[in-house]
């Protein structure tokens, strides 16, 4: 699973980590390890091949991810003869770890990154290897095009997908719809705003609940739309800014947004609103007395929802739907993902990466009780999930193809799309409270203008 409370650690610091890379970076490739050698062909290689070899991996994960992610290492080392060690960053601050290893010259064979900005940024120093031909046909054989996209750098590859988290899925209280008399799902934006007032005259005192006290929950809300009334085109040039935020495309956005964010009787105060934080915005749906019945946030919102509860509720109680179409606009998801990146030329390390972009390594990944992770993997079966509603959410995202699109604030500057109180996270927050497009909007193009300088 990709918690998006971790990437939000990595985003925190990612401005602070990136300078540490352009004072370390010499415009030179780093040493090898130990491993030595240059990177060998994809794939396992036999039993035994890699005997004697080691490699190490930097990650941000712990508990049930860490626990799956190890099945994966001791899978690969069983049939190699290799040794791979994960180490999870100290205080789950990865970009801060990574950076000083990096300038230390003491960098681990493999680094798990979060936001392509930080591949571009390691790529561009040369600090990362390209993966072989080989490993990268793997990845092309395995997943959407657009995927190794993300992971390359200047059309040349240098990192594999590992796991995928599907941020267009709406969560909802199935006990709640129910007592309201809502036999579906909502399919449009005008059916979400429909069902939550028939929720409303149910009895539901707050029927939307928006975790505002977190901005990047907000940021989510706001590129959902974006990608649904402006297009997959136009969302990649915000992200680039290319086109100003006091764009029409924006506007258009923005207002579509305030049919929610505006009514008292669909998401409460917004004064309050602002002031929840993400994990209570979850438990408003879901606790035993629930306050609110849908949450929109990403599908690692299933780990919030289990908490310590057994069972859990997830795929009985809690259930998920898309997020909505707006305007007619086609099936797009929202995605974040964890890539596997080459800090040296170790072999082993290049031959694992090669197995972690293939279809066992996914299946043992999601398959790993606990694990909460998701794959994009279009050769993983659904019944390797081991609930129907990780399938599902994992089926949304390889069945749009190419038509998806990274989290736009993770691939902006830090300071624009990844910083507590300022940026797009203050401006939304601020939004949300006045409801004034016009302003909003000049306050996004300043904080991205100074931002992408």
């Known amino acids: 699973m990709v918690s998006r409370s971790k990437n ?5 610091v990612a401005a602070a980590s990136l300078c540490t890379l352009a004072a370390c970076s ?35 994960w712990t508990g049930g991810e860490q626990k799956a992610f190890q099945a994966v290492i001791d899978a690969f080392d069983q049939q190699t003869g ?6 999870p960053a100290a205080g789950g601050n990865e970009a ?30 040369n600090k990362i290897f390209p993966v072989s031909a080989a490993t990268q046909q793997v990845v092309e054989q395995n997943f959407a095009s657009e995927w190794g996209k993300l992971g390359s750098y200047k059309g040349k590859m240098y990192c594999v997908p590992v796991d995928a988290s599907d941020k267009s899925t709406v969560w909802y209280n199935a006990t709640l719809f129910k007592n309201a008399g809502l036999t579906d799902t909502p399919t449009t934006w005008e059916g979400l705003i429909k069902d939550a007032k028939t929720l409303s005259a149910s009895g539901v005192k707050v029927p939307i609940s928006v ?10 809300w706001f590129e959902n739309v974006y990608l649904r009334t402006a297009g997959v085109d136009k969302y990649d040039a915000l992200t680039q800014h290319q086109i100003k935020w006091t764009d029409p495309t924006v506007t258009k956005a923005l207002e579509t ?18 002031k929840v934080p993400f994990p209570a915005s979850v438990d408003n749906v879901f606790k035993a007395n629930p306050t609110s019945a849908i949450v929109y946030e990403a599908s690692f919102v299933a780990t919030t929802i289990t908490g310590d509860k057994d069972p859990s509720p997830v795929g009985t109680v809690a259930k998920v739907f898309p997020f909505p179409s707006i305007d007619g606009s086609q099936p797009v998801v929202e995605a974040a993902g964890d890539f596997g990146c080459a800090f040296t030329q170790n072999p082993a390390a290049e031959q694992f990466l090669a197995y972690l972009a293939g279809p066992e390594a996914a299946t043992t990944l999601v398959s790993t009780q606990g694990s909460g992770f998701l794959s994009v993997n279009k050769n993983v079966k659904a019944s390797a999930y081991n609930d129907a509603t990780s399938a599902q959410l994992a089926e949304q995202m390889v069945k749009v193809g190419d038509n998806f699109r ?28 006045t409801g004034n497009v016009k302003a909003t909007q000049e306050q996004l193009e300043k904080d991205a ?3 992408y300088k």
């Open 96 to 125: 801060g770890v990574l950076g000083t290893k990096v300038a230390g010259g003491t960098p681990p064979d493999i680094a798990i990154l979060s936001l392509p900005g930080a591949i571009a940024q390691y790529a561009g120093s």
């Open 449 to 451: 203008t100074a931002a």
């Open 8 to 12: 939000l650690a990595v985003a925190v």
């Open 26 to 60: 010499s415009g030179t490739s780093p040493a090898p390890s130990s491993g030595g050698g240059t990177s060998s062909s994809a794939g396992t290689g036999g039993s035994g091949a890699l005997k004697g070899t080691s490699f190490t991996i930097l990650g941000q």
């Open 82 to 87: 290799a040794t791979g060690q994960y180490t």
């Open 406 to 433: 990274f989290d736009m604030s993770d691939q902006t500057p830090a300071a624009f799309g990844g910083t507590p109180n300022k940026g797009e996270w203050a401006a939304l927050q601020t939004f949300l409270t």
């Open 211 to 220: 975790g505002g006290g977190d901005g990047w929950t907000l940021t989510d």
């Open 257 to 274: 947004l305030k049919q929610v964010w505006g009514d008292p009787q669909l998401i409460g105060s917004p004064a309050a609103a602002v």
